[in-house]
């Protein structure tokens, strides 16, 4: 199974393509859509819209696993968030490609096998499970790794969208 995990942004949006074949992993790709701060909100969506098209088009995953929208205390923060995750989330629709989300507390339970799991320790057992001598400077990107990670451990248990 080719999982397309998301870590959803609308300044930096991370991705990772993890293949899943007999309860072994390999990382094909990493990265991160970035968007730049003075351009406008509809050009930053529509950079996200191209670019994952882009990926999704190359790699061509079995499913996608996203974040689950959480709310902070910066309400402006939240709602342009939404609206990136929505753009993320037509993309995936229009290349049918099927759509799982996961809360912060899944896939820290998933990866780590505990749900109160910090950063750090969810950084280390993305290394260790993807074998991977380093991670991505940006946490957006480790953080898309444990999102696919966390449904390939639990893709029989979960509906898509």
Do not use: W
């Amino acid at each position: 199974m080719r999982i397309l995990g998301i870590d959803p942004g609308f300044a930096i949006t991370g991705f990772s393509i993890i293949d899943y074949v007999g309860n072994k992993f390999k990382l094909i790709t990493s990265g991160a859509i970035l968007t730049e701060a003075h351009t406008s909100f509809p050009s930053r969506l529509k950079k996200i819209y191209t670019e994952l098209n882009e990926i999704i088009d190359k790699y061509k995953p079995d499913a996608m696993a996203i974040e689950e929208l959480f709310f902070n205390n910066n309400a402006k923060t939240a709602i342009n968030v939404a609206q990136a995750r929505g753009v993320i989330l037509v993309v995936a629709k229009l290349n049918n490609v099927p759509i799982y989300e996961y809360t912060p507390l899944q896939v820290k339970q998933a990866v780590v096998g505990y749900g109160r799991a910090d950063k750090i320790q969810v950084q280390r057992m993305v290394k260790m499970i993807l074998h991977e001598e380093k991670l991505p400077k940006l946490d957006d990107t480790t953080d898309s790794m444990a999102m696919a990670i966390c449904h390939a451990h639990s893709a029989k248990f979960s509906e898509a969208l």
